[in-house]
């Protein structure tokens, strides 16, 4: 008795190429439009585009901001590399509560999902009313204003990083569990019958498991905070400001000699996010995302 031929009876798998062609439109649209304004950007920073006078190529511009632009841009670095390192650890804990803990993963589950429907700009505000010197948080622990610490506009961007961090957290930790739910009990089954302990289970099973998507969600948080700037804005101190900061203020000034500087600002930006980026794609196809 022969059997089926071969491929006969298997379920027919959809091109490979199929999710991407779905895309293409999109991506296409937005590459366009992101393409477009990054080459306006580039061209007004470097003289080439002005709103008034005959073009001066030259890095004028960047000249002209001086120190404030490497001090934007390293308050810019501090405070997406803080948050993000908050963000991925809070994440992290929180996603193996997700998927470990059957009593509280409801009411943690929706809190997150609570906490990543706030805006940024709403955020922002309840955070600077809950720690600012006169807020809701110093007057319920009895301190005065004046012995209260600077977390908002202060030496260090302590009321940003949280912000971010804390808004950030629930996004790492939605994408972690999502990687996790799906293999991370059968593979903890087959360890714990192997002889791991919970030791040997966490960390050779349970971190390996989340650390592709961890990476994801991590590098993209990054790239928000860098970019943000309500939130740098709002609770930041006024000086030194953080790049988006720096360019908005010079793109919206009244002086449109200005708008080639605040190109630069933006510019530099872009720059470090695309570097960013390029490095960060290497790593993920590494861990096998998106394969």
């Known amino acids: 008795m022969t059997g089926p031929p071969a491929g006969e009876g298997e379920v027919p798998r959809a091109p490979a190429r199929g999710g991407a062609r779905l895309l293409l439109p999109a991506v296409v649209v937005t590459g366009a439009v992101a393409g477009t304004a990054t080459v306006s950007v580039l061209m007004t920073a470097f003289g080439l585009l002005p709103l008034v006078g005959a073009p001066t190529p030259g890095a004028a511009a960047f000249v002209a901001l001086g120190g404030d632009l490497l001090l934007g841009l390293r308050e810019s670095l501090v405070i997406a590399t803080l948050s993000t390192l908050l963000a991925a650890a809070v994440g992290m804990a929180t996603a193996l509560l997700l998927v470990r803990s059957a009593g509280v993963r409801r009411r943690l589950g929706a809190l997150t999902a609570t906490v990543l429907s706030v805006p940024h700009l709403v955020g922002a505000a309840t955070v600077g009313l809950l720690l600012s010197g006169g807020g809701l948080l110093p007057r319920w622990l009895g301190v005065a204003p004046t012995a209260w610490p600077e977390l908002v506009g202060g030496g260090w961007p ?43 289970r966490l960390l050779r099973v349970t971190v390996p498991l989340a650390a592709p998507a961890l990476l994801a969600s991590a590098g993209i948080a990054f790239l928000y905070a860098f970019g943000s700037y309500e939130v740098a804005w709002l609770l930041g101190r006024a000086y030194p400001e953080p790049l988006p900061v720096l360019a908005q203020r010079l793109f919206s000034s009244i002086d449109l000699a200005a708008r080639p500087q605040a190109a630069a600002a933006a510019l530099v930006g872009i720059t470090v996010a695309l570097a960013v980026a390029a490095l960060a794609v290497p790593l993920l196809r590494r861990w096998g995302v998106g394969r």
């Not at 940003?160 to 961090?165: F, K, Q, R, Y």
């Open 158 to 200: 302590v009321a940003v990083v949280l912000e971010l961090a804390w808004k950030e957290s629930a996004f790492v930790a939605l994408v972690v569990t999502a990687s996790l739910s799906r293999r991370l009990t059968d593979l903890q089954e087959v360890a714990a019958v192997l002889g791991a302990d919970a030791r040997q």
